[in-house]
């Protein structure tokens, strides 16, 4: 990823940081992604106008973007379903850690919340193992 500057990632974070501050602001909702998109997935309910616009923004967000700025060059090592298997994992893991890096990383350590220290700081660790392991172990 070429486009990728210091400048861009802390303006990414910082529309992370306000999306949330919205949604808490105007929702009374925690900005968690992955219980938001499986709010989806659920029955019908009140709640499921705001979900969707909120999948939908973060969905279009990539695409703006690229208008904005111009194409962006992403290399995705393995192929879609390679991605799908991450993605169905990190659902999985979300599910199992009552949150995801979005709820626990952005809204609850800016809630000086224990628990979402902790699954942070577990995130995060799981994390590094995994890209040592993949670049250093397996070649990826």
Do not use: K, Q
């Not at 486009?3 to 861009?8: E, R």
């Not at 999985?92 to 709820?103: W, Y």
């Not at 952005?106 to 995060?124: D, E, I, Q």
Request: aromatic share 6%; hydrophobic share 55%; proline share 4%.
């Amino acid at each position: 990823m070429e486009n990728f500057t210091p400048v861009s990632g802390l303006i990414g974070g910082m529309l992370i940081g306000l999306s949330a501050v919205m949604l808490m602001l105007f929702n009374g909702r925690i900005a968690g992604i992955s219980g938001i998109a499986s709010g989806l997935l659920a029955r019908p309910s009140s709640d499921t106008a705001w979900r969707a616009a909120f999948v939908i923004g973060v969905l279009a967000a990539p695409a703006l973007y690229g208008i904005a700025t111009g194409p962006v060059d992403i290399a995705l090592a393995g192929g879609p379903a390679l991605l799908a298997v991450a993605g169905f994992i990190v659902g999985l893991g979300s599910s199992l850690g009552s949150g995801c890096t979005s709820g626990h990383g952005v809204c609850g350590l800016a809630r000086l919340s224990p628990r979402s220290l902790v699954a942070t700081a577990v995130f995060m660790t799981t994390a590094f193992a995994t890209v040592f392991i993949a670049r250093h172990l397996l070649g990826a």
